[in-house]
């Protein structure tokens, strides 16, 4: 259908026009597409506007990197494999064990020394991340006794094994070799001893708790890891804080974890000898949950606290994982867990909690969170990519939310949509950041972002309309927050430089709202899905940088979106579009602070009539405003975004009349 209205650059333009001979814009035909070419083309550079529009400035690309989004051919990552025997003293709270980490350097440079991670440090009184939180915060944990012991470090390259002195500096540790690691593929092996106690508090990511049946613990940051690097950054040495959080090399684990006998165990990764861990009768009814479409009680209630719960005979127990091809491995242990399972598509699903996590009718507990965590797994598979590993495991206790490779931990208290909500949550990282390997202490978006997007899908197809979560993507939220100080950083801002209460906003809610209207807005499911499938496939078990996502997208949507990511994603403006009548029938739309979108018009005749327009973002393209010429004079209205769609900080301005 052909438009009844005309838009055309600004009257200072106009002689602009006839001095270049190009054919003044007379019809609304395609979308603008015309007019939105000769507004880019003839109008004088207006600040905010004339940046916005302008290519996006990314990193050249190069054989590591391509200029589509991809891997290049000399994409290269190193390799980190792992074998730790590790034991539990719950009277003392303390881990200790032993690591050997068989390190493969694929990078094209000679290295002399290697840096790895002691995330316990955090919880040495005064540490970094102690001063840089204060009293209360849930990044915080310090206590008298924290931190990381280190003992009879060692380094092993061919026949040679060399003791080390490891340099301590904080959550970050050096060792030195005793030759160049050849470039290419060379393979050192580092050993070690570690010990350390379990703080109560893990700044939100770990801890324990104590319940009636006994102590549960969540671990996880808890033996020496490799620091990345890369072909982007080198070392990547950021130390940890608390708040930010990991960026981890890829490889497999072979692990022991020594504990009391009444001690129930889950962690990432398989379960190689369950007949000495679990009664006969216990690992048949896992083995039965693993083909089950509904929940099957492993322990339950009358199980709990019970001699014959467990196997007898030995004090302590020793539960063997492994776990091939992933980014980090964590685990809990507890007598009080109950313990549920089921199956989906070949992938074991299990929950342990303590029956104080149990729910009512009213409102739902831990016995349907293998429910949910099937629901939820299910949901992203059948849309985004399937779910890549076999076993997932949903663990209550004192962590209100965290995730790691087949195992996730939530809050205890949590119940009915809330639990849904934050189990879709961790286990969505599964895809973000454990399957796409971000670097999240850099770029927490990358992960947080792009998991609360896919949420955003997820509890939809779970409650519809009425899904709690819902209401903090409306546009009138997230416009206010945009409008207030959490809004006043980019999204881009590294999270340890984020204010704590901005986080949520900037890393979470911002970048998931803005792909939905990239997704739903602006490009449509039909174009946007297929990038962003193809996103998690180039990038799987990859380290993607935050071009490599832009120009992926880019890529697969055929769309130059500067516009769109310098203003949501590198911009902190709001976005507040207005209409004001102008000279001889016109009306001028403006677009202030660099916040750019298509906007959807609604023109109201006088006799009732209305049609509807859309002017492309790129016709903002160096000024803040466009001239709006209907063709018929007697208009009664023109309402801006008439579907409230978007994130606008003053509505009031959106129409006309007022």
């Not at 310090?142 to 380094?155: K, L, Q, S, T, Y």
């Not at 379960?271 to 083995?287: F, G, K």
Request: aromatic share 12%; with cysteine; hydrophobic share 40%.
């Amino acid at each position: 259908m052909a438009w009844r209205a005309c838009y055309v650059p600004s009257p200072g333009y106009r002689s602009a026009l006839q001095a270049k001979k190009l054919p003044n814009v007379t019809s609304m035909t395609k979308r603008f597409a015309l007019a939105a070419v000769l507004t880019a083309l003839l109008t004088a550079p207006g600040a905010a506007q004339q940046t916005a529009i302008l290519p996006l400035d990314m990193p050249p690309p190069s054989s590591y990197r391509t200029a589509s989004g991809a891997p290049g051919e000399a994409y290269w990552q190193q390799r980190a494999d792992y074998r730790i025997e590790a034991s539990l003293d719950p009277l003392t709270h303390r881990i200790e064990g032993t690591v050997t980490i068989t390190y493969t350097n694929n990078s094209p440079h000679a290295l002399t020394y290697l840096w790895l991670q002691l995330d316990q440090n955090l919880f040495v009184p005064n540490s970094l991340g102690d001063q840089r939180y204060g009293a209360g915060s849930r990044w915080r944990g310090a206590f008298e006794g924290g931190g990381i012991d280190i003992a009879n470090a060692a380094v092993s390259m061919g026949e040679t094994l060399v003791g080390a002195a490891p340099i301590v500096d904080g959550t970050r540790m050096r060792i030195d070799l005793p030759a160049p690691l050849a470039a290419g593929g060379g393979v050192a092996e580092l050993a070690m001893d570690f010990s350390f106690v379990i703080p109560e508090h893990g700044a939100d990511r770990m801890g324990r708790l104590d319940v009636e049946q006994g102590p549960i613990y969540q671990i996880a940051q808890w033996y020496p890891r490799m620091a990345v690097y890369d072909d982007v950054e080198g070392w990547n040495t950021l130390p940890y804080l608390g708040q930010g959080e990991f960026y981890l090399e890829y490889g497999d684990f072979d692990v022991s974890l020594t504990v009391p006998s009444d001690f129930v165990v889950v962690a990432t990764g398989s379960l190689l000898n369950p007949e000495d861990v679990y009664t006969p009768d216990q690992a048949e009814r896992i083995e039965q949950a693993r083909t089950s479409e509904t929940t099957v009680s492993i322990v339950d209630v009358s199980d709990a606290g019970a001699p014959d719960r467990r196997p007898q005979g030995e004090p302590m127990l020793t539960w063997r994982f492994r776990a091939e091809n992933v980014r980090d491995f964590a685990w809990a242990a507890s007598p009080a867990f109950l313990l549920d399972a089921a199956g989906w598509n070949g992938v074991l699903l299990m929950s342990a909690y303590p029956k104080e996590a149990l729910g009512s009718n009213d409102a739902p507990g831990w016995e349907r969170a293998t429910d949910y965590l099937r629901q939820a797994i299910k949901l992203h598979s059948d849309r985004w990519h399937a779910y890549p590993y076999p076993t997932a495991i949903n663990v209550a206790g004192r962590v209100r939310g965290m995730e790691y490779p087949m195992l996730i931990f939530c809050a205890m208290d949590d119940r009915g949509q809330d639990l849904f909500g934050v189990t879709d949550h961790e286990i969505g990282h599964t895809w973000f950041p454990m399957l796409v390997g971000s670097d999240e202490r850099r770029h927490a978006w990358m992960d947080e972002g792009l998991t609360t997007f896919i949420n955003y899908y997820a509890n939809r197809s779970m409650y519809g309309d009425d899904a709690d979560r819902l209401a903090a993507f409306s546009p009138d939220s997230i416009a206010s927050r945009m409008a207030g100080p959490g809004g006043a950083l980019p999204s881009t801002t590294p999270p340890d430089r984020m204010p704590p209460e901005a986080r949520g906003f900037l890393s979470y809610r911002k970048p998931a709202f803005a792909l939905v209207l990239l997704r739903e807005y602006v490009l449509g499911p039909e174009r946007f899905d297929p990038a962003f499938r193809d996103y998690i496939l180039r990038w799987a078990y990859r380290h993607p940088q935050p071009a490599d996502f832009f120009r992926t997208m880019e890529d697969g949507t055929g769309e130059d979106l500067s516009w769109f990511w310098r203003g949501w994603f590198y911009g902190s403006g709001v976005f507040d579009p207005s209409v004001e009548p102008a000279e001889q029938n016109a009306f001028i739309i403006r677009q202030p602070n660099g916040v750019l979108m298509p906007l959807d018009i609604r023109i109201v005749f006088q006799d009732g009539s209305d049609q509807r327009l859309r002017l492309p973002a790129q016709g903002f393209a160096g000024q803040d405003q466009v001239h709006l010429v209907p063709r018929q004079p007697d208009v009664a209205a023109i309402v801006i975004d008439p579907d409230h769609r978007l994130p606008d900080a003053d509505r009031a301005n959106n129409r006309w009349p007022r």
